[in-house]
């Protein structure tokens, strides 16, 4: 209980919105099954795409922070979820060839927004208690992607996988409007 009161109040709301993202964060498990499956590809195809996605979201994870320290931590969080989310709501629409721009690019939106959460973190928390604020929202993506992989099954089995990216899609777009009510504009509130 320490942990969480020597956590800002802001902070603990975001590390919410991350435990909500990491719970719908559940397509990128499944994209293979539905390459090889309902998109038909070969196991090359489909792990040449997984590879050029995993690619960009190391890129985000790298620039993210340069994005938030020119533009500020918050800004980069609301425009990398909602491109993120954008694409991801119509990545089961595209063609093959579309594929190989949609899911990198997806992905390296979703790597900007890791990085500006764990920024959002490092200066919404006083200096001595960052090891707290960085261990609830570890808990809390942990909490979420434990979470999620189940639950997508369920929505694979009961509808399809195309409704996995949709699902996920529409729930980071809904990260990044919560984010931009329980973020002040200046970003995380720094504690006394």
């Given amino acids: 209980m320490n942990t969480l009161r020597a956590v800002p109040r ?5 590390c919410c919105g991350i435990f909500f993202n990491a719970v719908v964060s559940f ?4 994209l293979f099954v539905w390459l090889t499956g309902p998109r038909g590809l070969t196991v090359a195809q489909a792990g040449l ?3 050029i996605g995993g690619i960009g979201l190391v890129a985000g ?3 993210g922070g340069w994005f938030g320290d020119v533009y500020g931590h918050r800004r980069a969080l609301l425009a990398g ?8 709501c119509v ?3 595209l063609p093959v060839a579309a594929l190989y721009v949609a899911l990198p690019l997806a992905q390296y939106a979703a790597g900007v927004v890791r990085s500006a959460n ?3 973190i490092a200066v919404g928390v006083a200096e001595g208690s960052r090891r707290q604020g960085f261990a609830v929202m570890r808990f809390a993506s942990n909490a979420g992607f434990t979470v999620g992989p189940p639950l997508g099954a369920l929505v694979a089995a009961r509808f399809s996988y195309g409704w996995l990216f949709v699902a996920d899609g529409i729930a980071t777009l809904l990260f990044a409007v919560y984010a931009a009510r329980v973020l002040p504009g ?7």
């Avoid at 802001?10 to 975001?14: A, D, G, K, Q």
């Avoid at 200046?186 to 006394?192: D, F, I, M, T």
């Fill in 81 to 88: 979820a909602a491109v993120s989310g954008s694409i991801l």
């Fill in 27 to 30: 397509t990128f498990i499944y």
């Fill in 61 to 63: 994870n790298f620039t």
């Fill in 186 to 192: 200046h970003g995380a509130a720094r504690a006394p």
């Fill in 49 to 51: 795409l997984g590879g």
């Fill in 118 to 120: 764990s920024a959002l």
């Fill in 91 to 93: 990545v089961a629409l």
């Fill in 10 to 14: 802001s902070v603990r709301l975001l």
